[in-house]
C-alpha cells in the first residue's frame, strides 16, 4: 500500500522541486521509503508503505530487468505467489519477492490482457520506454484510487487529489454539477471531481497512450460485474455452502500475506465475524489480533458481541475504548480526502484506524459483503415501493402534489414525495437523504447552483434507467457496485486507513466471489425480512448463535443530537452563516439558517445529514478554495 504520482509528455521545468512537494503531501500513503525515476516524455513517482519484501529489492519505481519497462504501483496483489510460479515456468527469474516484481513481469509479458489475472486491489503506472506508451490503470472494484488532469501537453496523474492540485498551474474552478451531486447524495459519484478539469479513472478500466501525444486517451474497461437479473428461488444447496465456505477461506488465506503484523477489524456482526472465524482457521504463522474498538457512546458500541466472536473462534482480541469524534476534528477529516466527503462514518473508521495503527499495519475487514450478499436493510425495505409504483400516475401525482404543501420539515411531505417518484423502485435507491427533489435541498443550494439541482442525482437515475424491467434487488446491487461501493464505502476506508499508514483488506471484495454471489439467484440472497442469507447459514457452522442472525447496525455519530448541543450549534452557526461563507457563495446561508432552527427546534424532520455535508464543504474549503493551506500537510490531532 502507497502512493503514486506522475506525468507523461512534456517534462516540467522543476521536475524535482513538484515531484518534492507531492511527496511530501503524500508522506502519510507512504511513510517507509520514496522514489522519483523520469526519462523522455515521462515521470513517476512513489510513497512506500512497506508490506511485502522490505528489502530494497521492493524500492519502487522499479525496472524491469531489460531496462525497457518501469513502474509505479499502489496496493497489493494477492495471487502474486500463483502468478510468479506461473512465470517462473515459463523461463523467467526473480531478484527478490515483492508483488510488485511479479506485476511488473506480467504487464510486461501480456500488458493489457494481464489485467485479468490479477486478484488484488492496485492503482499502477507502466512507462514501456522502447515504445513510448504509457498504461494507468485501476482494481476492478475501486479499492485504490487514481487521478488525473491534463496540463500543457502533459497528463498527470496520482492516488490523491491534492497532488495534482499542488500543480502551479492546475485548474480550481468548481465544477456545479460536481458540487449538486455532493450535497444531493453526500459523495462525488462516476468520474465527478469537485474541480473542473480532473477526474478520476472509474473502476476496472486503463488508460493506455503514447509519451507524444498523452492527452489523446479515454478510459477503456476490462472488467465488468453482471449481477443475476431474476429473482428465482431460494434453493440454496449444502454443495453452494461447502463451494462459498472453500472459497471464502481462500480470499481470508491470501490476505493474511505479509512481511509485517497482521490484525482484523472485528465488529459484533456477521461479515467481520466470519473473516475471524476463517481467519483463525487459516495456515499461517501467527494467527491475526482481533481488534475492536468501543465507543464511550453505548448505542455505537459492539464490544460484548466481538468479544463472543473473539472467544468462540479463538483469536486474542483487544478492545480499544475510543470516541466516535467531534466536530473539533472536522478540519482534519477534509484535509485528507481531497474532495467534499459527507458520509460521516468516515470521522469513527478515522480514529479507529488511528487506534489500531499502534498494533499492527495490515488489517483484514468486512467491507463489501452486503453489496455481495444483500445485507443492507434498504434492500428489504424497498420492497414495500413496488406495490405504491404500481399506483396510477394520477394517484402519484397526487401524492407528489400534496408533498409540495407540506413545510419542508414535514417527514411525511418527504415520504410522500419518495413514494410518488416513477418508474418501478426508484425510491428505494435512497437511504435517509439525498433525494435532489427534497425541499431542503432547495433551500440550501446557493441560487447560482439551483439549476443544477434538478439533474444532482442524474448519475444514479442514468445507471438505475439501465436495469430497468429486472429483479429489484439486482438493481440495487448494481447500483451500489457503480456507485456507492466505489465512491463512498472504498473511499472512506482507503482515504481513513492511509492518513494513518495502514492497510485494510477485504475478502468480500475479492472478485472471484463477488462474481460467484452475482450468479446466485437473487432469492437466495434475501427474503423478505433479511439479507445475507448464505452468510447467515455459513454462520451457524463457525459464528455464536447471537451472531448468526443479528441485525445490520451502523458505524455512526451523533450528528442529530450534537448540532442540538449548545456547543455544536454555535460551531455550525459560526460556520455555515459566516460572512466568510456568504462571500464564498456555495449555499444559501438564509436557507442554512432555516434549516438549523428548524432541527433546533425539532421541526419535524432531523437534518443532522445535510448539516453535516455543508459542515464538510465548508471545511474542505478553507484547505482547497479559498487558499492553498493544504500545501502546509494536515491539522495538528484535536485532543479532548
Known amino acids: 500500500m502507497c502512493g503514486i504520482f506522475g506525468w507523461f509528455g512534456t517534462s516540467p521545468e522543476n521536475a524535482g522541486g513538484q515531484f518534492e512537494t507531492i511527496s511530501r503531501l503524500l508522506h502519510h500513503r507512504g511513510p517507509d521509503d520514496k522514489g522519483f525515476e523520469q526519462g523522455e516524455g515521462w515521470g513517476l513517482g512513489f510513497r512506500r508503505l512497506s508490506i511485502l519484501d522490505l528489502s530494497e529489492l521492493g524500492h519502487q519505481p522499479m525496472q524491469s530487468p531489460d531496462q525497457r519497462f ?14 510468479r510460479n506461473r512465470l517462473e515456468q515459463q523461463g523467467e527469474r526473480f531478484r527478490g519477492s515483492s508483488d510488485t516484481e511479479v506485476l511488473l513481469r506480467l504487464l510486461a509479458c501480456e500488458g493489457t490482457d494481464g489485467l485479468t489475472r490479477l486478484n488484488g486491489m492496485f492503482a499502477l503506472a507502466v512507462v514501456d520506454t522502447k515504445k513510448r506508451t504509457f498504461l494507468l490503470t485501476r482494481d476492478r472494484l475501486g479499492q485504490k484510487p487514481l487521478y488525473y488532469a491534463f496540463g500543457p501537453e502533459q497528463l498527470r496523474f496520482a492516488s490523491e487529489l491534492k497532488c495534482l492540485l499542488s500543480w502551479p498551474d492546475a485548474p480550481r474552478q468548481i465544477d456545479p454539477q460536481a458540487l449538486a451531486q455532493y450535497l444531493t447524495l453526500g459523495y462525488l459519484p462516476n468520474e465527478s471531481c469537485i474541480f473542473q478539469g480532473h477526474y478520476k479513472l472509474p473502476p476496472g478500466h486503463f488508460l493506455t497512450g503514447s509519451l507524444d501525444t498523452p492527452k489523446q486517451v479515454t478510459p477503456s474497461p476490462y472488467w465488468q460485474l453482471e449481477v443475476n437479473k431474476e429473482r428465482g428461488e431460494n434453493n440454496f444447496s449444502r454443495n453452494d455452502q461447502e463451494e462459498l465456505i472453500d472459497l471464502f477461506s481462500n480470499a481470508v488465506q491470501i490476505r493474511l500475506r505479509s512481511d509485517v503484523p497482521v490484525g482484523i477489524f472485528l465488529s459484533g456482526g456477521v461479515d467481520s465475524g466470519l473473516v475471524a472465524a476463517l481467519a483463525a482457521k487459516a495456515n499461517v504463522p501467527v494467527p491475526p489480533l482481533a481488534l475492536t474498538v468501543g465507543f464511550a457512546e453505548k448505542s455505537y458500541d459492539e464490544t460484548a458481541q466481538a468479544q463472543a466472536t473473539a472467544d468462540h473462534v479463538g483469536l486474542e482480541h483487544k478492545i480499544i475504548i475510543q470516541r466516535s469524534g467531534s466536530l473539533r476534528d472536522i478540519d482534519r477529516l477534509a484535509w485528507f480526502y481531497d474532495e467534499p466527503f459527507g458520509d460521516a462514518s468516515a470521522l469513527p473508521t478515522m480514529n479507529l484506524c ?12 468486512g467491507d463489501g459483503g452486503d453489496e455481495a450478499f444483500g445485507g443492507y436493510r434498504r434492500y428489504v425495505e424497498a420492497q414495500r415501493y413496488i406495490q405504491l409504483a404500481g399506483l396510477p400516475s394520477l394517484a402519484r401525482g397526487g401524492m407528489r402534489l400534496l408533498a409540495t404543501l407540506l413545510p419542508f420539515t414535514s417527514p411525511l411531505g418527504y415520504r410522500l414525495l419518495k413514494s410518488s417518484l416513477p418508474d418501478n423502485g426508484f425510491a428505494a435507491v435512497f437511504d435517509g437523504e439525498g433525494l435532489a427533489e427534497d425541499p431542503v435541498l432547495k433551500m440550501v443550494f446557493h441560487p447560482e447552483f439551483k439549476e443544477n439541482t434538478a439533474s444532482a442525482s442524474t448519475p444514479v437515475q442514468q445507471r438505475w434507467l439501465l436495469s430497468k424491467g429486472q429483479n429489484l434487488l439486482t438493481r440495487q446491487q448494481a447500483l451500489d457496485y457503480a456507485l456507492y461501493l466505489p465512491d463512498d464505502i472504498l473511499v472512506k476506508v482507503d482515504r481513513a486507513s492511509m492518513a494513518h499508514s495502514i492497510e485494510v483488506r477485504s475478502p468480500f471484495l475479492d472478485y472471484r466471489l463477488v462474481e460467484w454471489a452475482a450468479r446466485l439467484p ?3 440472497l434475501m427474503n423478505t425480512t433479511m439479507g445475507k442469507l448464505p452468510l447467515r447459514t455459513a454462520g451457524k457452522a463457525l459464528l455464536p448463535p ?10 455512526g455519530i451523533p450528528l442529530d443530537d450534537w448540532f442540538r448541543e449548545p456547543s455544536g ?6 460556520r455555515l452563516l459566516s460572512v466568510r461563507a456568504k462571500e464564498r457563495g456555495l449555499w444559501d446561508v438564509p436557507g442554512v439558517e432555516k434549516v438549523l432552527d428548524a432541527h433546533q427546534t425539532r421541526q419535524g424532520r432531523n437534518f443532522g445529514e445535510i448539516l453535516w455535508r455543508l459542515l464538510i464543504l465548508d471545511a474542505w474549503a478553507r484547505h482547497y478554495l479559498d487558499d492553498t493551506t493544504f500545501l502546509q500537510g494536515p491539522p495538528e490531532r484535536v485532543g479532548l
Open 546 to 555: 447471537t451472531i448468526q442472525q443479528g441485525e445490520k447496525r451502523g458505524f
Open 354 to 365: 488511528e487506534a489500531a495503527s499502534d498494533y499492527a499495519t495490515v488489517f483484514l475487514a
Open 569 to 574: 450549534h454555535d460551531f455550525v452557526r459560526n
Open 522 to 524: 437473487r432469492a437466495t
Open 70 to 83: 518501469w513502474i509505479a504501483f499502489n496496493g497489493e496483489i494477492y495471487n502474486y505467489i500463483e502468478l
